[in-house]
């Protein structure tokens, strides 16, 4: 099949080491019952046979592949955005799958409603042999961990719901209109492992609103290899992807929960649903440190973008009580 100059749709595909699945991953693409589509693979320096694999498809010119050395994944999905051409653009990691259907759903919905900047649905659980394990329903079920009774996901607000939990759980399950991606200030995919996808969710929620919709419309691969496996079974990964993602509630918290105004939530209210509920990990001072910094503005010692750095005394110290429960890290004073 040939491409369009200016298809409708980009899929972005960043592939790292997923041969056994990257060929169904991209064929569940090009299968879609929605044809007006390319596809952008970006290999990301695979040592596997991840690219052999995919030879037989490249007959196919919707797919375009790129490779490139190992940089991770959000600098495969960076350079995958920056090459895209379509106006609506999906992500789909090399190890999970779209329903046939799942394209020209979103569309309908994006061209329904002119505000949407975002929309995910409810995904299928597989494993690696594809067998269906279950069915997570945003974030109606299946949280990464225990949430708060009066928390922000009982107001049922996706936006809201979102900055206390990733429910949308991976960047496989979420669309976003290219137009919020471009140009100086668009959105970006960070220098974070754990929760670049939850980052890149909370960004896309300060440019328009957010949907669910309730159909499982992509299925989401568990297995040995899977990144967050290592931030769950890991100490000092188990620290990192903490860190990170009290790092990335607190970049985004101010603007989220100010916003919640615009959609009729009381301000009183709201504020004690986030006292209650935004992940601290029994840390509390040290997400408030980062609400503080964030918050602050800060001089350039403060910098708020500098304390991803892994080297970074306060990211350091912060790990460091994470995983060992030490002394609350204290900022570098300018």
């Known amino acids: 099949m040939t491409l369009s100059a200016h298809?409708?749709?980009?899929?972005?595909?960043?592939?790292?080491?997923?041969?056994?699945?990257?060929?169904?991953?991209?064929?569940?693409?090009?299968?879609?019952?929605?044809?007006?589509?390319?596809?952008?693979?970006?290999?990301?320096?695979?040592?596997?046979?991840?690219?052999?694999?995919?030879?037989?498809?490249?007959?196919?010119?919707?797919?375009?592949?790129?490779?490139q050395k190992n940089q991770g994944a959000h600098a495969a999905l960076n350079r995958a955005m920056s090459v895209a051409r379509g106006e609506i653009l999906f992500i789909l990691n090399s190890d999970d799958a779209f329903a046939p259907t799942r394209i020209g759903r979103f569309v309908r919905r994006f061209d329904e409603k002119p505000s949407l900047a975002g929309l995910s649905s409810w995904m299928r659980i597989i494993d690696s042999a594809g067998a269906v394990l279950g069915v997570k329903e945003g974030f109606r079920n299946m949280p990464p961990w225990p949430l708060a009774p009066g928390g922000l996901t009982e107001?049922?607000?996706?936006?809201?719901?979102?900055?206390?939990?990733?429910?949308?759980?991976?960047?496989?399950?979420?669309?976003?209109?290219?137009?919020?991606?471009?140009?100086?200030?668009?959105?970006?995919?960070?220098?974070?492992?754990?929760?670049?996808?939850?980052?890149?969710?909370?960004?896309?929620?300060?440019?328009?609103?957010?949907?669910?919709?309730?159909?499982?419309?992509?299925?989401?691969?568990?297995?040995?290899?899977?990144?967050?496996k290592e931030g769950s079974e890991e100490a000092q990964g188990q620290a990192a992807m903490r860190f990170e993602i009290l790092w990335v509630v607190a970049r985004h918290a101010d603007h989220v929960l100010r916003q919640s105004g615009l959609r009729g939530h009381p301000a009183e209210d709201v504020a004690r649903r986030a006292a209650a509920s935004l992940p601290s990990f029994d840390r509390p001072?040290?997400?408030?440190?980062?609400?503080?910094?964030?918050?602050?503005?800060?001089?350039?010692?403060?910098?708020?973008?500098?304390?991803?750095?892994?080297?970074?005394?306060?990211?350091?110290?912060?790990?460091?009580?994470?995983?060992?429960?030490?002394?609350?890290?204290?900022?570098?004073?300018?």
Request: aromatic share 8%.
């Open 7 to 67: 298809p409708r749709v980009s899929v972005a595909i960043p592939s790292y080491n997923h041969g056994p699945y990257v060929v169904h991953a991209v064929e569940s693409v090009l299968r879609s019952d929605f044809e007006d589509l390319e596809v952008v693979l970006v290999d990301d320096g695979s040592s596997d046979d991840s690219v052999e694999r995919l030879e037989p498809l490249e007959s196919d010119r919707r797919l375009r592949i790129f490779r």
């Open 155 to 228: 107001t049922k607000d996706p936006v809201l719901a979102l900055l206390e939990a990733n429910y949308i759980a991976t960047t496989s399950n979420f669309a976003v209109r290219r137009a919020v991606c471009g140009g100086a200030g668009g959105l970006r995919f960070l220098p974070l492992r754990y929760a670049h996808d939850w980052d890149f969710f909370l960004g896309a929620a300060g440019r328009g609103t957010l949907e669910i919709l309730p159909e499982p419309l992509v299925d989401y691969r568990v297995h040995a290899s899977n990144t967050i």
């Open 285 to 334: 001072r040290l997400l408030a440190q980062l609400l503080m910094v964030r918050g602050s503005g800060g001089g350039s010692s403060r910098n708020y973008d500098d304390l991803l750095e892994a080297g970074h005394p306060f990211r350091r110290s912060a790990e460091r009580l994470l995983r060992d429960g030490f002394r609350e890290p204290t900022l570098p004073t300018a």
